[in-house]
C-alpha cells in the first residue's frame, strides 16, 4: 500500500488552478471526455438511439432520393425538350407596320393598321454575325438554318413538312443529330436528305429511296428530288412526322432566299442562362432572339412547381428528423439526471454536459445520414433495375450525385446538433444537488 | 460555540492552525425565498475542518446535515454566510469558477454509490482524470489502477458497476473520490445502503485512506456505531451545531 506519497505539504493544499491550461488542453484532447460519455451515452440507451438513427437514416433516405429522383426528372425532361431545339434562336425582326412620321408631341393619334404577312426573310448579315456570335463566352455552338414549309411527295403519297436547311456538322452540335439516327448514316451531301421516323412510314420509303420536296405555289413553285441517307427520332412524334433536313444550299433554292438563312440557332453552354442572354441578343443586333425558356413558358413553369414541391417535401422531412432527435435526448438528458448531477459534483462544467448532448445529436445525425445515403442508393437501383418503360429500359437514369450525398448529410449532422440544443440545454442547467438526490 | 474549538484531531496541529482547510461562518439557508413557504433550514452555521481530520456530521433526519454537506460540497450556496476553502471564499463565485474549486478540493461519495452504470469500475475512476485533461495519462491510468487495488478490486477493474455487489461498488466510489488526491472528501451516508460487515469493510476502508493519504473526511452517517469510530463528531439538531466533540 503505498499510495500515500505525493500530496504537497503546507496548509490546506489545494493544487494551484489550472485556469489558462484547462482551456488550450481541452482543444488538445478533441472534446475526449465529452466524446467518450456522449457515445458511452448512446451505447447505453441501445434501443432509443437504434430506432433514432433509423428514423434518421429512413428521413435522409427519402430526401436523398426524392432529390435524386426529381433532378433526374427534371434532366430528363429538358432532355426530351431540348434534344430538338436550340437554346436560342435567332431570326430577322418580325415585319412590323412603321408609321411614316411620327405623331407631334401632345397630338391624339388614332390608326388601324392589318398586321403584315411575316413572309420568309433573310437575317441580314448572318454570315457576319456567327463569327460574332461563337465568339461569347456563353456560346457552345452555331448553326445556321434555312426553314420552310413545303409538301414531301412520293408516288400517290403527299405529305406536308416541315424543310430545313442546314449545315450537318454543325447542327450536330446543337442538337446532337447523329446520335438520334436509328437507320442509315447521317449524311448530307447535294441531293440527300435526312428524314423522320414517321415520316418515311407515312411515305412508305426507307434509307437509299429517293423523294421529291416541293415548295410555293404558283409561280413560286419549286420541286427537287432527294435520296434518302437516314431516318432520326427527334423523340417527338410529331416532329418525327414532319422534319425534312437538307443541305443549306438546296434549302437556300427551294424556299427561295438564295444565300440567305431564316435562323441562327444557338446552343449554350449553360442551359438556364438562355433567359438572360436572349435578350442581350436581342437589343445588340436588331434582331430577334427566343430562348427555350419563352419558347417553353409552360415546361419551365411546372420544372419550377416540382422545384418548390420537392423542397417543401425536404423541409418537412427534416423538421421530422429534428423533431425525432430532439424528443429521444429529452427523454435521455431526463433518464440521465442523475448521472448528469453526478459528473457535474465531479467537477464536469456546464459547458461539458451541454456538449455531451450536443455531441450525442451530431453523432446519431451522421451515423443516421450515412445509413440514409446508402439506403438511398439501394432505393435508386431498384428503381433502375424495376421501373422500366414499355420498350424495356429504364424510364430515365437516376443518379444520386456524390456532392449531394454529402450535402444532404452535412445537413442532416447539423440537424442532429441543431436537435440536440433545447435538450443539452436543459441538461446544462440541471441543478446538481437535485440531480444526485432524485 | 464551533469557533472555540480547535480542530484536536489534526495530525499535524502546527499546519492546521495555520489556515484551516474549512471556515463556515455564519451560514443560513433558506428555500423558496421570498415565498409563502419560505423555510430556513440551516440558522447560521459556524465550522472549522483542518487538514486530515475524520469527522462525523450526525443529526436526526430533517436537521439540515445534507444541506449543509450539500454547501460544503459546493454544490448549493447558502443564503448568507462566508465558506473558505484553504483561505479561499467560494461564496459568490460563478458557476466556472465553482466547478473548478469543486473539481480541485473536493471528492464525493455518495449513499447510492452513483458510479455511472455505462463505465467499467477503472473507468470510472479514470473520469475525473478524462473530464480535467481529456484524456488520461498512463499516470493517470496507473494511479486509478493503484487506488482500486488499494481498495482490493484488481479483479473488478473492468466489471461494469452492476456486476458488482454494494460494498464493492461504494468501494469503487471511494476510490474515484480519491484519485485526484482532493484535500477533502464528503461521504453522505457512505454505508447507508450496506449490511453491518460490509459497512465496518467500508469505513475501515476510509480509515486506511485518511492514515495513508492524509485527507479529510466529512461523513454524514446515522449510525451511531460508526460516530463512535471517528475523530470528531459534529452534532447538528434543527439547522445549529449543538455539539462538537473531540473522540
Not at chain 1, 134 to 144: D, K, L, T
Request: glycine share 8%; aromatic share 4%.
Amino acid at each position: 500500500m503505498n499510495i500515500s506519497q505525493a500530496r504537497p505539504a503546507g496548509p490546506a493544499a489545494i493544487p494551484p488552478a489550472p485556469e489558462a491550461e484547462t482551456g488550450s488542453r481541452w482543444r488538445l484532447g478533441m472534446l475526449g471526455f465529452e466524446r467518450r460519455v456522449a457515445l458511452r451515452f448512446l451505447r447505453e440507451g441501445r434501443m432509443q438511439t437504434l430506432l433514432i438513427i433509423v428514423g434518421v437514416a429512413a428521413g435522409v433516405a427519402v430526401v436523398a432520393y426524392i432529390s435524386a429522383l426529381i433532378s433526374g426528372l427534371q434532366r430528363n425532361t429538358l432532355d426530351k425538350t431540348l434534344g430538338a431545339q436550340a437554346h436560342i434562336t435567332i431570326s430577322a425582326p418580325d415585319n412590323a407596320v412603321a408609321p411614316a412620321l411620327p405623331a407631334a408631341p401632345g397630338a391624339t393619334v388614332l390608326v388601324q393598321t392589318q398586321p403584315r404577312t411575316q413572309s420568309a426573310r433573310t437575317l441580314v448579315n448572318w454570315q457576319a454575325l456567327m463569327p460574332l456570335l461563337q465568339a461569347m463566352p456563353e456560346v457552345a455552338a452555331v448553326s445556321p438554318m434555312v426553314s420552310g414549309a413545303g409538301l414531301a411527295l412520293r408516288g400517290q403519297a403527299q405529305r406536308s413538312i416541315a424543310l430545313a436547311g442546314v449545315d450537318l456538322d454543325r447542327y450536330d452540335r446543337i442538337i446532337n443529330l447523329r446520335s438520334k439516327v436509328v437507320a442509315g448514316q447521317a449524311r448530307l451531301a447535294a441531293g440527300e436528305a435526312i428524314i423522320g421516323r414517321e415520316l418515311a412510314s407515312d411515305l412508305g420509303v426507307q434509307v437509299g429511296d429517293r423523294m421529291t420536296i416541293s415548295t410555293g405555289t404558283g409561280a413560286a413553285a419549286n420541286s427537287d428530288s432527294v435520296r434518302i441517307t437516314a431516318l432520326v427520332d427527334l423523340g417527338v412524334r410529331e416532329l418525327n412526322r414532319r422534319t425534312v433536313l437538307v443541305p443549306l444550299r438546296t434549302a437556300q433554292s427551294l424556299v427561295g432566299l438564295p444565300g440567305g438563312a431564316t435562323q441562327i440557332d444557338l446552343a449554350l453552354l449553360d442551359i438556364w442562362q438562355a433567359d438572360q442572354l436572349a435578350p442581350r441578343l436581342a437589343q445588340r443586333w436588331q434582331i430577334k432572339a427566343e430562348s427555350w425558356q419563352q419558347t417553353n413558358a409552360s415546361l419551365v413553369s411546372a420544372l419550377n412547381a416540382q422545384s418548390v414541391s420537392t423542397t417543401l417535401i425536404r423541409v418537412v422531412v427534416m423538421v421530422v428528423v429534428v423533431l425525432g432527435i430532439a424528443s429521444v435526448l429529452v427523454v435521455s438528458v431526463v433518464q440521465k439526471r442523475r448521472e448528469i448531477g453526478i459528473l457535474r459534483a465531479m467537477g464536469a462544467t456546464r459547458g461539458q454536459v451541454l456538449r455531451i448532448f450536443l455531441l450525442q445529436g451530431a453523432v446519431v445525425g451522421a451515423v443516421g445520414s450515412a445509413l440514409g445515403v446508402v439506403l438511398a442508393v439501394v432505393l435508386i437501383f431498384l428503381f433502375t433495375t424495376f421501373v422500366r418503360g414499355s420498350d424495356g429500359l429504364p424510364l430515365f437514369a437516376i443518379t444520386l450525385a456524390p456532392d449531394l450525398a454529402l450535402r444532404i448529410a452535412a445537413l442532416a449532422t447539423a440537424c442532429g446538433v441543431l436537435a440536440a440544443v433545447v435538450p443539452a440545454r436543459s441538461a446544462a442547467k440541471l441543478d446538481p444537488a437535485q440531480a444526485i438526490r432524485m | 460555540m464551533a469557533e472555540d474549538s480547535t480542530p484536536p484531531a489534526a495530525a499535524d496541529p502546527a499546519a492546521a492552525a495555520a489556515v484551516p482547510l474549512l471556515q463556515l461562518r455564519g451560514i443560513h439557508k433558506s428555500y423558496n425565498l421570498g415565498l409563502p413557504n419560505e423555510a430556513e433550514v440551516l440558522h447560521g452555521i459556524d465550522l472549522d475542518l483542518a487538514e486530515a481530520e475524520f469527522v462525523a456530521l450526525i443529526g436526526p433526519s430533517g436537521s439540515g446535515k445534507s444541506t449543509l454537506l450539500n454547501i460544503i460540497g459546493l454544490l448549493e450556496s447558502p443564503s448568507a454566510g462566508s465558506y473558505r476553502i484553504g483561505g479561499q471564499e467560494a461564496v459568490g463565485l460563478d458557476d466556472a469558477a465553482t466547478t473548478r474549486l469543486r473539481g480541485q478540493a473536493l471528492g464525493f461519495v455518495f449513499q447510492f454509490h452513483h458510479l455511472l452504470p455505462a463505465f467499467s469500475a477503472l473507468e470510472n475512476v479514470t473520469l475525473p482524470a478524462l473530464m480535467r485533461e481529456g484524456h488520461v495519462s498512463e499516470t493517470q491510468l496507473a494511479r486509478a489502477e493503484e487506488v482500486l487495488a488499494a481498495m482490493g478490486l484488481q479483479q473488478a477493474m473492468n466489471k461494469r458497476p452492476g456486476e458488482l455487489s454494494g460494498g464493492m461498488q461504494q468501494r469503487v466510489a471511494i476510490a474515484r473520490a480519491l484519485v485526484l488526491r482532493p484535500p477533502l472528501v464528503l461521504a453522505d451516508e457512505p454505508t447507508g445502503n450496506l449490511d453491518t460487515s460490509t459497512s465496518e469493510e467500508v469505513f475501515a476502508l476510509m480509515r486506511r485512506m485518511h492514515a495513508e493519504l492524509r485527507t479529510s473526511f466529512l461523513i454524514v452517517t446515522h449510525d451511531p456505531r460508526l460516530a463512535q469510530q471517528c475523530d470528531r463528531i459534529v452534532e447538528l439538531v434543527d439547522g445549529r451545531i449543538v455539539g462538537d466533540r473531540p473522540l
